[in-house]
């Protein structure tokens, strides 16, 4: 079983920038892909990076969030720049082993919550 670990969720004002981070644990082996999605309460697709180093992003967060991950420490990064108030919502880090990107493990959830 993997466990995901994330941190760095807060409360920062419109056009602030908020770093979140996530670590994997457990049976890491294989896993091929971290990324993050936020439910508010829909769920959606915000970010999500390969072990090889390619990048998928959300339409809404594209040219403000930045991820990034440290294979050797098993942990992915969520760089949230120029945050506005729509980007308020739970965010979860997820991990997988297939090929289609699929999440099969999750985070236990981040709150990010940007003020007007």
């Known amino acids: 079983q993997v466990q995901l670990v994330e941190s760095g969720g807060g409360l920062v004002q419109a056009g602030g920038s908020l770093r979140l981070s996530c670590a994997a644990t457990?049976?890491?082996?294989?896993?091929?892909?971290m990324g993050w999605y936020r439910q508010a309460p829909r769920r959606e697709l915000v970010a999500r990076i390969t072990?090889?180093?390619?990048?998928t992003y959300g339409d809404s967060v594209k040219g403000r969030f930045t991820i990034s991950r440290d294979n050797a420490k098993n942990t992915a990064y969520l760089q949230m720049n120029s945050l506005k108030p729509e980007d308020t919502a739970v965010y979860y880090c997820?991990?997988?082993?297939?090929?289609?990107?699929?999440?099969?493990?999750w985070g236990q959830g981040t709150q990010v919550t940007v003020s007007s």
């Open positions: 997820y991990a997988g082993k297939r090929s289609d990107y699929r999440p099969d493990y």
């Open positions: 072990s090889t180093g390619s990048t």
């Open positions: 457990g049976s890491i082996s294989g896993i091929n892909y």
